[in-house]
C-alpha cells in the first residue's frame, strides 16, 4: 500500500491494522508498516510527493523540446535528493508484493503520484495488479470505509489527466523560459533564471495591467459635506445625499445653504434584514479569509492546510466543494468538537437543534466534501499558525448549520433648508451563526437616538472636504489567487504556488503587489513578440482540454498533440527575435540591479547616494557613499557579508541613518540601522524579523 | 527617439515612451475634467497633480517635467 507522505503512513496503518499495534520497519531512514487486515499482511509504504517528475529526452540546453520522460525527482531536481531512498526501498518491497493498493491523497496529483510509483518503482506489472483507496480524511473512520470499498482499478481518467498537465506545464514552462534565458545569455553573456510558463504568463499580464493603471492614474477631485449633528448632547455623523459632488461651486452652495440652519426629521425607515450563514470553506475561500484575518499567504494557508489534514485533525484541503454530502456524519463531528471547551457550549447548541442543515455554496467537487474538522482532537498544543486555521475551519463549520442572523438597519431622512442628510444606525437583533464565526466577522454596530418625524435637529458644524478619486488597489496574494480562479486558469492545487514563482522569479515584490522592472520588461517584451504567450483565451482552453480528459472525452495524446501545435509557432517567433528579446532583458535587469543596490540619501553629505559596493582587495561588500569616487565624501560603512540586503525604505528612528533589510536562505529576515556602530538606540538598533522591539 | 522623461525607445515620431504617452494621455483628459470641477490653470493643475499622493507614478515624472519646461 503506497501512502503519499510517511504521515498518512502511519495513520494508515494504525487505522487498519487489525492486531496490536502495526510492526515498524526502517531502512534507508524510511519508515514504513507490516499490518493484517481481514487476515492478509500489507506493507504500507509511504512516498514523499511526486517521487518522478518530467524531464528532457536526449541532451542539449536548448529549445523547443517536445520530447519528454519521467525520471526519478532526485535527478530532475536537485533539491528532491531526498526522494532517491524511497524510491530505492519501495522498488525493494515491491518485489515481495502479490498486489498494490494506491492510498494516495485522492486527486489528480494523488493518483499521479501513486501511478508513477508503481510504473517505475515497482515495475509496469504492478499497474494491473493495484486498486485504489479513496478517502477523504485521515481519520479511522474513513480509512476503513475507503478500504472497505476499494476501486477494482487504478483511477485512469485522473491519472492521464494528471500526466498530460505535468507534461504540458513542464514543455510550456521549459521552452518559454529557455527561449528567455538564452536570448539573455546570447545578448549580454549573463545567465539569470528566468521564467514564464502556461499560467504564470497570464497572471503576470494581470498584475502588469493593474500595475500600469496605477502608474498612469490621475486623481480627479471631488467635495463631500461632513455634517455633524447635535442630539441629547451627543454628536452624530451626518451623510449628504450626494456622496460625492463633483462641482466645487456646487458643494459651496450647499455649505452656504445649510450653515446656521436647524433641520428636522423628515422620514425614518427601519429595516430588518436576514444574512445567511456564510457557504462552506472550499480551498480558495480558506485562503482568502486565512489572508483577510491572519495575512497568511495563499501557499502557507494550503501548507498549515495539509499539516491538519496529516494530523487527521481536517478533511482534506484542496477540496473545491462548498456543497456538504449526506454521507459526512455531522453530529458525531459536533460531539467530538463539543469535548474543546472553546466549542463546547456552540457545538452543543448546535446538537440541541432539531434539524441541521448546512448552507451549500455553488461549487461542486466530487471527490471530496468542503473542509471540514474531522472530529478527531488535537493530541497535543497546535502551534500557532496551526491553530489559527484549525479554528477558522471549526468556526466555519459550526456557522454553516447557524441560523441566519437578523439585522436592524435605521435610515433617518433629515432635511435641511431643502436638502437631504441621512443619519445611519444598525444593530443586530439576532446573532445567529454570526455568534459561531464572530472572530471573522467585520461588523460594527451604531445605535441613533430616539428621534420622531418632524423632530428638530441642530446642527453642530458642517464643511467642505476636498478629495480625490483613488487609483485601483493593487493586488495582494489573496486578490491575485481569486482572481487566477475567476478566470479559470491553474488548478486549486498550483495556483499559490505560481504567485510564490512570481515573487521569486523577482517579477513582483511586496505583500501589496508592485511589478518590478525585471516583471515589466518580461511582460513587454512577451507581449510585443508572442502575445499569445499571456493569453488567458490559450491557458483556459488547455485548462478545458485537460478536464476533458478527466471526463473521458478527450486523450492524454490528442492534448498534448493540440498543446505542441500551439506551442511551435510562437517558439518560432521567439526565437527569430531573441537578440532584442536579449536586449529588452539585459537592459531590465542593469536596471534592477542598480536599483537593488541603493539604500538611500547619503545622511553624512546629503548628496550622494548610498549603494552596495564591494571592495577592491578583499572583495567583501559594504555600504557607500557614490561621491567616494569624487572624494566629496567617505562615508562607508561595513554590512553582513551573507544574504540580500534590500532597503527598507525607512529610517531608524534613533538616529535617523536608512534601515535595510537582510534575507537569508531558511532564515527570518531581520532588519538593521546601517550606523548599527554608533547609533544611540543601543540594542534596539538591530530589529529582528522587521518588528520594533 | 528616446524618451524625454526615461531615456526608454520612443515610437517614430513621439517624445514620449509608451508608459509615459498613456500618462499624458490621462493628464491632458484629466485636466477637462478638473476645469469643470473648478477654476484652475493648467500651471496650478499640474501643481496639484504632482502634490497629490494619489498621483500614477509616470504621470507625475510628465507633470514635473511639463512644468519645469513650462509645456503643455
Redesign the interface.
Known amino acids: 500500500m503506497i501512502t503519499e507522505k510517511p504521515t498518512a503512513a502511519k495513520r494508515i496503518a494504525d487505522a487498519l491494522n487489525e492486531k496490536g499495534t502495526p510492526v515498524k520497519h526502517e531502512e534507508h531512514g524510511i519508515t514504513y508498516y507490516d499490518i493484517v487486515r481481514n487476515g492478509e499482511r500489507i506493507r504500507v509504504v509511504p512516498a514523499i510527493g511526486h517521487l518522478y517528475s518530467v524531464a528532457q529526452e536526449g541532451k542539449g540546453w536548448t529549445y523547443p523540446i517536445f520530447q519528454t520522460k519521467w525520471v526519478p525527482s532526485y535527478i530532475a531536481n536537485k533539491q528532491s535528493r531526498n526522494t532517491e531512498n524511497f524510491i530505492r526501498v519501495i522498488s525493494k518491497l515491491s518485489r515481495e508484493a502479490k498486489n498494490f493498493i494506491s492510498a494516495t491523497d485522492f486527486d489528480i496529483e494523488g493518483s499521479q503520484i501513486a501511478y508513477c510509483v508503481l510504473k517505475y518503482a515497482c515495475g509496469e506489472s504492478s499497474l494491473t495488479r493495484a486498486q485504489r483507496m479513496k478517502f477523504s480524511t485521515l481519520t479511522n473512520r474513513d480509512i476503513i470505509k475507503g478500504f472497505n470499498s476499494l476501486s477494482p482499478t487504478l483511477d485512469w481518467e485522473l491519472i492521464e489527466a494528471g500526466r498530460t498537465r505535468h507534461e504540458i506545464d513542464w514543455i510550456y514552462g521549459i521552452n518559454l523560459s529557455r527561449a528567455m534565458i538564452l536570448s539573455l545569455k546570447k545578448v549580454s553573456g549573463m545567465y539569470k533564471a528566468l521564467s514564464t510558463g502556461r499560467v504564470q504568463g497570464p497572471t503576470l499580464a494581470f498584475i502588469a495591467e493593474r500595475e500600469?493603471?496605477?502608474?498612469?492614474?490621475?486623481?480627479?477631485?471631488?467635495w463631500t459635506i461632513n455634517a455633524v449633528a447635535l442630539i441629547d448632547g451627543k454628536k452624530y455623523l451626518l451623510e449628504y445625499s450626494q456622496k460625492k459632488i463633483?462641482?466645487?461651486k456646487e458643494a459651496e452652495k450647499v455649505i452656504n445653504e445649510c450653515n446656521n440652519r436647524v433641520g428636522a426629521v423628515s422620514q425614518i425607515q427601519t429595516r430588518k434584514t436576514l444574512q445567511k450563514p456564510p457557504v462552506p470553506l472550499d480551498i480558495g475561500t480558506l485562503q482568502s479569509e486565512a489572508y483577510t484575518y491572519f495575512r497568511f499567504t495563499p501557499s502557507r494557508t494550503l501548507r498549515i492546510a495539509e499539516q491538519l489534514y496529516l494530523d487527521a485533525l481536517i478533511s482534506y484541503p484542496r477540496s473545491g466543494s462548498q456543497k456538504f454530502p449526506p454521507s459526512i456524519d455531522v453530529h458525531a463531528i459536533l460531539k467530538s468538537l463539543s469535548n474543546i471547551e472553546e466549542y463546547s457550549q456552540m457545538a452543543r447548541e448546535l446538537l440541541s437543534k432539531e434539524k441541521l442543515v448546512p448552507t451549500q455554496g455553488k461549487k461542486e467537487d466530487l471527490a471530496h466534501p468542503p473542509i471540514h474538522p474531522t472530529g478527531n482532537l488535537p493530541e497535543k498544543k497546535l502551534k500557532e499558525d496551526n491553530r489559527k486555521i484549525f479554528d477558522l475551519v471549526v468556526r466555519r463549520f459550526l456557522a454553516v448549520f447557524g441560523d441566519p442572523s437578523i439585522r436592524e438597519s435605521l435610515k433617518i431622512e433629515i432635511t435641511i433648508n431643502g436638502h437631504l442628510f441621512h443619519l445611519r444606525g444598525s444593530r443586530i437583533l439576532e446573532q445567529g451563526w454570526q455568534k459561531y464565526y464572530s472572530p471573522y466577522i467585520r461588523s460594527e454596530e451604531t445605535i441613533l437616538p430616539q428621534l420622531k418625524e418632524g423632530q428638530k435637529i441642530e446642527l453642530d458644524s458642517i464643511e467642505l472636504v476636498d478629495k480625490?478619486?483613488?487609483?485601483p488597489p493593487r493586488y495582494n496574494p489573496k486578490s491575485v489567487l481569486m482572481l487566477m480562479e475567476n478566470q479559470h486558469i491553474g488548478t486549486k492545487a498550483t495556483r499559490a504556488e505560481i504567485i510564490d514563482t512570481l515573487y521569486s522569479r523577482g517579477y513582483i515584490t511586496g505583500e501589496r503587489i508592485f511589478m518590478t522592472p525585471l516583471g515589466f520588461s518580461v511582460i513587454n517584451i512577451l507581449s510585443k513578440y508572442c502575445p499569445k504567450v499571456l493569453s488567458v483565451e490559450l491557458t483556459r482552453e488547455l485548462e478545458q482540454e485537460m478536464e476533458e480528459i478527466e471526463t473521458n472525452r478527450r486523450t492524454r495524446q490528442e492534448v498534448i498533440i493540440d498543446a505542441v501545435e500551439k506551442l511551435t509557432p510562437i517558439l518560432k517567433e521567439l526565437k527569430l527575435k531573441e537578440k532584442v528579446i536579449g536586449q529588452g532583458l539585459s537592459e531590465a535587469l542593469a536596471s534592477l540591479r542598480r536599483e537593488k543596490s541603493t539604500i538611500g540619501i547619503c545622511p553624512i553629505c546629503k548628496e550622494g547616494s548610498l549603494t552596495i559596493m564591494h571592495s577592491k582587495k578583499t572583495r567583501k561588500r559594504f555600504i557607500g557613499c557614490s561621491n567616494y569616487w569624487t572624494k566629496k565624501c567617505s562615508f562607508s560603512v561595513p554590512i553582513p557579508q551573507e544574504g540580500d540586503i534590500e532597503t527598507t525604505g525607512e529610517n531608524c528612528q534613533y538616529c535617523g541613518f536608512p534601515m535595510v533589510r537582510i534575507r537569508r536562505s531558511r532564515k527570518k529576515p531581520w532588519n538593521m540601522c546601517i550606523n548599527w556602530q554608533n547609533c544611540p538606540g543601543g540594542k534596539n538598533k538591530i530589529q529582528r524579523g522587521g518588528e520594533t522591539q | 527617439m528616446n524618451c524625454i522623461i526615461c531615456g526608454v525607445n520612443t515610437n517614430e515620431g513621439s517624445n514620449y515612451c509608451e508608459n509615459h504617452l498613456s500618462a499624458y494621455i490621462n493628464l491632458k483628459e484629466a485636466y477637462n475634467e478638473w476645469k469643470k470641477a473648478m477654476d484652475i490653470t493648467w500651471q496650478e493643475y499640474l501643481k496639484k497633480v504632482i502634490e497629490n499622493e494619489n498621483t500614477g507614478e509616470w504621470v507625475r515624472e510628465l507633470a514635473i517635467h511639463l512644468l519645469n519646461e513650462n509645456l503643455e
Not at chain 1, 212 to 222: E, G
Not at chain 1, 468 to 471: D, F, I, K, N, Q
Open positions: 500600469k493603471k496605477i502608474r498612469s492614474f490621475v486623481p480627479k477631485p471631488f463633483w462641482i466645487k480625490y478619486t483613488t487609483a
